[in-house]
C-alpha cells in the first residue's frame, strides 16, 4: 500500500484499499489454516512455521494424498506466483525510494539495486551448501534463518513502530505549529514519542529473544543501554 498506493486512482481510497487487504489477507490466512493443521494432525505430521512449513510439512501431507505428485506441483506453481508478486511489490519501494532520494533514473535504480539485491542475497543462497557449517543461530540453523529472524522478528516490526511514532509526530506538530513556542512543543512530542517508542523496543525485544528461547547479547545490551 505504502508504494501502490500513490497508483490508486481518484475514485479509491486508502483507507478502502486498506480495509480489503485486511480483510482478504485475514480470510485467506484463516482458511489456510484450517485445512492445513487438520491435514497434518489427520496424516500424523508435525505442524511447522516458517520455510520449515512450506518445504517439508506441506510436502509431507501432499504425500499421503491421492495424485501427490500433482497436487505438490500445483501447490508450488501457485507458490511461485505469490513470490513473484511480493517482490514486484517490495522492489517497487528500493527503486521508487532510490528514484526520489538520489533523483537516478529508473533504469539506474533498477540495475543497481538488481545487482546489490543478488549480491546481499548470496550468503543465504550458500547457507545451504559452501556456507552450511555457519551456523549462527545453534545447531541445526542457516543464514537464512538468521536474516529471518533479523528481518521478520525485528526490522519489519521495528520500522513499522517507527514509521507510525513519525508520523504521529508530523501529524501532531503539524496542529501544533500555530502555538507561540513552536520549538518548545515539537520538542515536547519528540520527547513524548521517545518515552513511549524505547520501552516498547525493549519489550520487543525480550518477546522477540522469548521466541527464540535466548536473548542475544546485542540484544541485551541494547536493553541495558535504553
Keep these: 500500500m505504502e508504494i501502490f498506493g500513490s497508483y490508486l486512482k481518484k475514485d479509491r481510497t486508502l483507507v478502502g484499499e486498506s480495509v480489503n487487504v485486511i480483510v482478504l489477507d485475514t480470510a485467506v490466512a484463516v482458511v489456510a489454516g484450517l485445512i492445513i493443521i487438520p491435514a497434518c494432525f489427520a496424516y500424523g ?3 511447522d512455521s516458517g520455510p520449515s512449513l512450506l518445504f517439508i510439512t506441506l510436502p509431507n501431507v ?3 494424498m491421492a495424485s501427490s505428485r500433482l497436487w505438490g506441483i500445483f501447490f508450488f506453481i501457485f507458490m511461485s506466483f505469490a513470490a513473484l508478486s511480493t517482490v514486484i511489490a517490495v522492489f517497487e519501494n528500493i527503486i521508487t525510494m532510490s528514484v526520489e532520494l538520489w533523483d537516478w533514473s529508473r533504469k539506474k535504480s533498477l540495475i543497481v539495486n538488481l545487482v546489490m539485491i543478488l549480491v546481499l542475497t548470496m550468503p543465504a543462497v550458500f547457507g545451504f551448501n559452501l556456507l552450511k557449517d555457519i551456523q549462527p543461530m545453534g545447531a541445526g540453523s542457516t543464514i537464512m534463518d538468521l536474516e529471518d529472524f533479523l528481518v521478520s522478528s525485528n526490522l519489519l516490526p521495528l520500522g513499522s513502530l517507527v514509521g507510525c511514532c513519525s ?7 503539524a496542529g501544533r ?3 507561540r513556542k513552536p520549538t518548545l512543543a515539537r520538542a515536547s512530542i519528540s520527547l513524548t514519542d521517545f518515552a513511549a517508542t524505547w520501552p516498547t523496543l525493549c519489550l520487543h525485544l525480550s518477546v522477540s529473544s522469548t521466541s527464540k528461547d535466548t536473548m542475544t547479547h546485542s540484544q541485551t545490551e541494547v536493553c541495558r543501554s535504553l
Excluded at 167 to 173: I, L, Q, R, S, Y
Design 62 to 64: 501432499f504425500h499421503h
Design 167 to 173: 508520523a504521529f509526530a508530523k501529524t501532531a506538530g
Design 177 to 179: 505549529t500555530s502555538s
Design 45 to 47: 505430521i508435525e505442524p
